[in-house]
């Protein structure tokens, strides 16, 4: 009896999942797109980037507005960070975390406008500059 019944909520399940993919499936690439359009066209949710490579960050000087979003990718065989240098001023919160190789962490840029000291915490040679434009 509890196989039968898992097995119509298994055939129950199977279903939703056919029904979420038609809905979900062909439509997804297309909304992807205009997305990716949407946010190239507004400003105000522009994303800036950065890549890691070679244990440098590029451009090691990166213009942001406040509160831009930064999308820190990682193009180097090992884990990276982005991080506010602790104790530079002008103060900064802002920190990736692990990045890990071939992997992209978001952070916020700061809402004062400045020039933020930041670094690779684990490779503490590797250094950059967040400029939060007025
Ligand atoms: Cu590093």
Redesign the pocket.
């Known amino acids: 009896m509890v196989l039968v019944a898992s097995a119509a909520a298994a055939v129950a399940l199977a279903a939703v999942v056919l029904v979420l993919g038609a809905v979900h499936g062909p439509s997804a690439p297309s909304t992807t797109a205009r997305g990716e359009r949407a946010l190239a066209s507004s400003p105000a949710r522009s994303v800036v980037h950065v890549r890691i490579s070679d244990?440098e960050f590029r451009p090691g000087r990166v213009r942001a507005r406040p509160g831009e979003v930064v999308a820190v990718t990682n193009g180097d065989q090992v884990t990276?960070?982005m991080t506010a240098i602790p104790g530079s001023l002008p103060f900064g919160r802002f920190d990736t975390g692990y990045v890990d190789p071939g992997r992209t962490v978001r952070l916020r840029a700061p809402r004062m406008p400045g020039s933020y000291a930041s670094y690779?915490s684990?490779?503490n040679f590797?250094k950059g500059v967040l400029v939060v434009t007025g």
């Open positions: 244990y990276h960070k690779c684990i490779h590797m």
